[in-house]
């Protein structure tokens, strides 16, 4: 039974969301304001205002004479201090001069006196809103709770989910804002990512062609569909979607999308075709070269790999995801010295991508077969730096369990210790459940190593290592009834990852060399 990487799924998981579901975000990312989301009238404010001699006031903000109309507001404050409709006119005053700060302080004057004042509470909500502050969230709910359903309120209410990380609660909001957003692309955009990111990729799909429909000739709603449709493995539908920006000169962030669309049709030539092309077209474009490399991985084609980012490497000697990229390669080759200096590279070039250290576990377990000592000294080194880094956690435990420590050694606990420490900081680790399964069974805690391979089952029903520990464990128990399905799990799994592994041979890259000026 061959031995599979336990950051086999998560590096691929990471580069899917790389290739794809990303470009939903960054299209036509060029800032986050919905543009004109509120339509001031001041005739709102003057519905709810008996006219108290404000004709004046009223006939200055119409000709946007601000100074005027505060000078006559103010007046008027100090006979009735306490007007809500007063100290909100004064705040539009101060909008219109542009300045954000008095104008805040008048709306929030009037909230103070009348706290469901519609004018003021959207005044304030605007300029918070504007301004990037959470406490525009406060304002907004306000508004829906005196205003329930408010379209405007529910959009800009799901922009600020979006950017806090609260998919539901965005897609609850934008859900909400309904016909409102057709008009906020940015905003739709971001409805959609959150639909992906929660599996719901046929709304998702439904947002972005509700996006081309109003926006026809836009090629951004283009590959806003066609992202979300690759990622719904609808890749013959996104060459569709591609097809009018592919006609007529695409750029390179469409090239990118189309060579996507068509690896995932199985049409791996025109996907190095499509990069190939992209990267003359901007040779200075690391994620093409990256791109590139990750499609010679899967490919099992890693010297072609390594050969398009040393091309990428000679315009861009700087790149961290370039060093990162070829170091990963390097591991497959089994050449780690290569691979250690492009991860301590790219680690240099920056310290904080977090994507460096999952890299360098990856060659420090492969390296670990063939020098187990070197391997956890190098694994502890970087823990002394990152103490918290589940990857290199889970490295110190994986290493110390192959090294079958006695059962109540130092290692022993050790290791229990660095794989419950790696799953707290990132549960989805779910290798290192498999590192306790073993440490258990071999210490007979039977009952415990059992838990531990159902817990790695839950996360991965495909996990061969669970499937062979849980067989192991149940076979010393009263539980034997389960073992000939666990059995016939197990074979299937095996003849599934053998399929899989004929898919990725399936077709080898044979790439002509790039030069650095990006011709051939």
């Excluded at 101060?94 to 300045?99: N, R, T, V």
């Excluded at 077209?281 to 010297?303: C, I, W």
Aim: hydrophobic share 40%; net charge neutral; proline share 6%.
């Amino acid at each position: 039974m061959s031995r599979k990487s336990p950051f086999a799924g998560e590096l691929v998981q990471q580069r899917t969301r790389l290739r794809v579901i990303p470009i939903i975000l960054t299209i036509i990312r060029k800032g986050n304001k919905m543009g004109t989301v509120l339509l001031w009238a001041c005739a709102l404010v003057f519905a709810q205002t008996p006219d108290n001699g404000i004709a004046g006031v009223k006939s200055a903000l119409q000709r946007q004479d601000f100074d005027s109309a505060l000078e006559l507001l103010n007046s008027k404050l100090r006979v009735s201090p306490k007007s809500p409709q007063l100290w909100t006119l004064r705040g539009l005053a101060y909008e219109g001069k542009d300045d954000q700060k008095q104008a805040l302080a008048s709306f929030e004057e009037a909230l103070k006196n009348a706290p469901d004042y519609l004018p003021a509470l959207e005044g304030a909500a605007k300029i918070e809103y504007d301004a990037e502050n959470p406490r525009a969230t406060y304002f907004l709910n306000n508004v829906l709770r005196v205003k329930p359903g408010d379209r405007t309120a529910n959009a800009m209410l799901g922009v600020l989910a979006f950017k806090r990380g609260d998919c539901a609660q965005a897609i609850a909001h934008f859900e909400q804002g309904g016909a409102l957003l057709d008009s906020q692309p940015v905003a739709m955009q971001e409805y959609a990512a959150c639909l992906v990111k929660a599996n719901q990729t046929e709304k998702a799909i439904a947002v972005c062609k509700q996006m081309v429909r109003s926006r026809p000739d836009d090629p951004d709603a283009r590959r806003s569909l066609a992202a979300v449709q690759i990622t719904a493995h609808q890749a013959q539908d996104a060459l569709q979607t591609l097809e009018p920006l592919l006609a007529t000169a695409p750029d390179v962030r469409t090239m990118r999308l189309a060579a996507a669309a068509y690896e995932n049709n199985k049409d791996t030539p025109n996907a190095v075709k499509t990069l190939r092309e992209a990267i003359v077209k901007e040779p200075r474009d690391t994620g093409l070269y990256v791109d590139f490399a990750n499609l010679a991985m899967d490919h099992q084609s890693f010297q072609t790999g390594i050969e398009m980012v040393n091309a990428g490497l000679a315009l861009q000697p700087d790149s961290a995801p370039l060093y990162l990229t070829r170091g990963v390669l390097y591991v497959q080759l089994a050449e780690y010295d290569k691979a250690e200096a492009d991860f301590e590279k790219s680690e240099q070039l920056n310290p904080h991508q977090s994507a460096s250290a999952a890299a360098y576990s990856l060659m420090a377990q492969e390296k670990n077969q063939k020098d187990p000592g070197q391997a956890l000294t190098t694994v502890r080194s970087k823990l002394s730096k990152r103490p918290n880094d589940p990857y290199l956690l889970y490295l110190e435990s994986t290493i110390l369990a192959d090294k079958a420590p006695d059962p109540g050694s130092a290692d022993f606990r050790q290791a229990i210790e660095s794989a419950k420490k790696a799953l707290a900081r990132r549960p989805s680790l779910c290798a290192a459940y498999d590192v306790m399964a073993k440490l258990y069974q071999s210490s007979n805690q039977i009952q415990l190593s059992t838990r531990q391979s159902r817990l790695a089952l839950s996360c991965d029903p495909q996990d061969q290592t669970a499937l062979y520990h849980l067989i192991q464990t149940l076979r010393k128990s009263d539980e034997k009834a389960e073992i000939p399905d666990l059995l016939k799990r197990l074979a299937k799994a095996r003849q599934d990852a053998t399929r899989e592994e004929a898919e990725h041979n399936r077709y080898k890259l044979v790439a002509e060399p790039t030069s650095p000026t990006g011709r051939n």
